[in-house]
């Protein structure tokens, strides 16, 4: 089976009638990117680990999984090629929209589950939702993601494995392993300080495209890093439905 068709087993399938009995009160959205992930990982990766995390999360929890928002803010990947992106006002717009909607039909708690580093704007998008009470959350968020590190026994950091590296290759490896393509073993890339990466994007740090190192995935971290994020999710969870 292709890498194309196995990612579509990321989307969900359930009907109105699963909503409809499930009543749900909180609705979880993946967002990702479409963007470059060096030669050893294709350009959904961060919608694709998006969508793992929120599967998970709808395993385990009863919340209604949405499909994800494949294209986001990756400006900082420049021209490479394949990359797209689409402005912060213009995610901005789409996650309200999405948000008006559900509140629509019934559903008034969104929770944001954001796989790529770059989408800024959703911390600014969820404070302004919650203003008057809590509407909207982001999951997860950078302690939960070193916590998950810790308890996986990674290796790297997550400064220095910023992108295509360990912890990235790892969720994918062990959830869909047919992602991942051979020569992750040798692809690691120190970028060392990145002051100007705001101006000057990635190509100013990488030339493969790599920040990290995926020499030192595996699927068993992959698989400890979910489970982290999983437990971590109650807390969000609890904070959104008070």
């Not at 954001?114 to 982001?138: C, D, T, W």
């Not at 990466?197 to 790599?210: D, F, I, W």
């Amino acid at each position: 089976m292709s890498a194309q068709r196995r990612a579509v087993n990321l989307l969900p399938t359930i009907t109105t009638i699963d909503v409809q009995q499930q009543s749900p009160g909180v609705a979880i959205l993946p967002v990702g990117s479409y963007e470059q992930h060096g030669s050893h990982l294709p350009l959904i990766t961060d919608t694709a680990i998006a969508c793992i995390i929120t599967r998970e999360l709808a395993a385990a929890y009863s919340v209604l999984a949405l499909p994800p928002v494949t294209i986001a803010c990756s400006h900082e990947h420049g021209t490479w090629p394949g990359t797209v992106s689409i402005s912060a006002r213009t995610l901005h717009n789409v996650i309200t929209d999405i948000a008006g909607s559900l509140e629509a039909s019934g559903i008034r708690k969104l929770m944001l589950v954001n796989a790529h580093g770059g989408n800024y704007v959703l911390q600014n998008i969820a404070q302004e939702a919650s203003v008057a009470g809590p509407r909207m959350g982001l999951f997860p968020q950078s302690r939960e993601w070193k916590r998950a590190r810790e308890r996986a026994g990674l290796q790297s950091n997550s400064y220095d494995d910023m992108h295509a590296g360990e912890i990235e290759t790892s969720i994918l490896l062990h959830s869909e392993p047919s992602l991942v393509r051979p020569g992750y073993e040798t692809a690691d890339h120190d970028g060392g300080e990145r002051a100007f990466l705001l101006t000057k994007g990635m190509k100013a740090y990488t030339e493969t495209g790599v920040i990290g190192f995926p020499s030192y995935a595996t699927a068993d971290k992959g698989k400890a890093v979910l489970a982290s994020l999983v437990e971590d999710f109650a807390e969000h969870l609890q904070a959104l439905e008070s």
